[in-house]
């Protein structure tokens, strides 16, 4: 904690001009500070969604809303049940419901892009990010050091900080090995609770820590917490190092555990596919027909007309066995903003009947069911071998390859 405030001094952004004509630093942060929004359950939203959410995408919210509640959080269903979070959703305040829902044990596990954890930070150490405008001066902005997210502002001094708290973490850890992003993930959210403690009321990474659910990145470069890292590699000679491989094989080893398997989606993205890809992982590449998705739910601003992953819908992630073909019934996609559909979602969820349920702490049984599915994948390769391992033992084949 020390020695980022004392990093502190060398943050006064010196190649950026002092002061502008227009807005100063204290008009652009003067809006209220964002806080994590915590959903308790409110019977008015359920009756909102159940009696005047009636068609179109409203519908659609109230249809992922009862998919949710009635099937996926059935006892004896005993759903797996993965968030992917893309879009900037802690930034915009929404880490508190997923917050909640870790902490009640509806969400197993968390694959969001590096830009959510890394901004969850500054909720952790304490730094305000404000509620602001999107028609702002970006120039002015630039000058007087302040950073926005559409119409969050906070001082470009919270990314410096939070850095260098990181990086502090990074020396104080002694990780050097490859590890998977949950094991990082979970290291860092300890870190948090012993250096701030009660954090893990309004911190997704340290709050996932507390309750044993492991959160992975799907692309660990692609933010200022990789940024970091690769700062430890080149300046320490850490051999820290995120292993992807670690992250592909725990997923599918969750997925391969889960009696159903389900997620709710948040925006697209690479979280999205690092979740669906599961599935195909385990009956293209290891050969065990465990079965597409039972459960699947999208909230997103996204298109399918774009050909793109974060737009597809459930029926065409049935051609490539991430979803079982037989449950399309149990999918939706509601085109709506998260910031306003999943707070929604949340209220009515918490207000439900099977709201609360014991955690799976999947976190901690990693090592395990990644053995399992080394077992399973070797029985499997023993009884189908692969075609190209057959093409090799078939000469005439061989030729033509
Ligand atoms: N400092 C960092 O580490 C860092 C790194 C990358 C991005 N960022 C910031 O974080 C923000 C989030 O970036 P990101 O990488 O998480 O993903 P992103 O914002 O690029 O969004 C990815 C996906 O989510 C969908 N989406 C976005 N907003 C949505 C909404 N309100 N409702 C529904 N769907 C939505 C998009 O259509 C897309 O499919 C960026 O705007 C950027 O300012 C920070």
Excluded at 346 to 351: D, G, K, M, V
Aim: hydrophobic share 40%; aromatic share 8%; glycine share 8%.
């Amino acid at each position: 904690m020390l020695s980022y405030l004392l990093e502190k001094r060398s943050v006064e952004l010196p190649y950026r001009a002092p002061g502008s004509p227009g807005n100063s630093r204290q008009n652009f942060l003067s809006g209220k500070p964002i806080r994590y929004y915590r959903p308790r359950g409110s019977q008015d939203v359920r009756h909102l969604i159940e009696e005047g959410f009636q068609a179109f995408n409203a519908a659609r919210l109230g249809e992922a809303c009862r998919i949710f509640t009635d099937k996926m959080l059935l006892p004896e269903h005993d759903t797996t049940i993965a968030l992917t979070i893309a879009g900037a959703m802690t930034p915009a305040g929404l880490g508190g419901c997923v917050v909640e829902l870790m902490e009640r044990g509806i969400v197993d596990f968390v694959i969001s892009t590096g830009a959510n954890l890394y901004h969850d930070l500054h909720y952790a150490l304490n730094f305000t990010l404000h509620r602001g405008s999107p028609f702002v001066n970006d120039v002015e902005l630039y000058e007087e050091g302040v950073i926005r997210i559409y119409d969050v502002l906070f001082p470009a001094t919270v990314l410096l900080e939070t850095d260098a708290y990181i990086r502090d973490f990074l020396v104080r850890s002694g990780m050097n090995d490859p590890v998977s992003t949950a094991e990082f993930h979970y290291a860092l959210g300890r870190d948090l609770m012993e250096q701030h403690p009660g954090c893990e009321a309004y911190s997704v990474v340290a709050a996932a820590a507390a309750a044993g659910v492991p959160i992975y990145t799907s692309s660990p470069g692609d933010s200022s917490i990789g940024m970091n890292i690769a700062y430890h590699e080149l300046m320490n000679d850490s051999r820290l190092m995120i292993d992807p491989n670690k992250d592909v094989n725990e997923v599918c080893a969750f997925i391969l555990a889960g009696k159903k398997n389900g997620c709710v989606i948040l925006g697209g993205g690479s979280p999205k596919n690092f979740y669906l890809q599961g599935q195909p992982t385990l009956w293209e590449v290891y050969g065990i027909p465990k079965g597409g998705n039972d459960y699947f739910i999208q909230i997103t601003t996204d298109q399918v007309v774009w050909g793109g992953l974060s737009g597809a819908t459930p029926a065409e992630a049935v051609s490539w066995g991430k979803v079982n073909a037989g449950v399309l019934p149990d999918t939706v996609v509601a085109y709506v903003d998260s910031t306003i559909a999943f707070p929604l979602f949340c209220e009515y969820t918490i207000a439900s009947q099977h709201a609360r349920r014991e955690r799976k702490e999947l976190v901690h049984k990693r090592d395990q069911l990644v053995a399992a599915l080394r077992a399973e994948a070797k029985i499997a390769k023993r009884e189908h071998p692969a075609p190209s391992e057959t093409l090799d033992t078939m000469p005439d084949l061989e030729r033509h390859r």
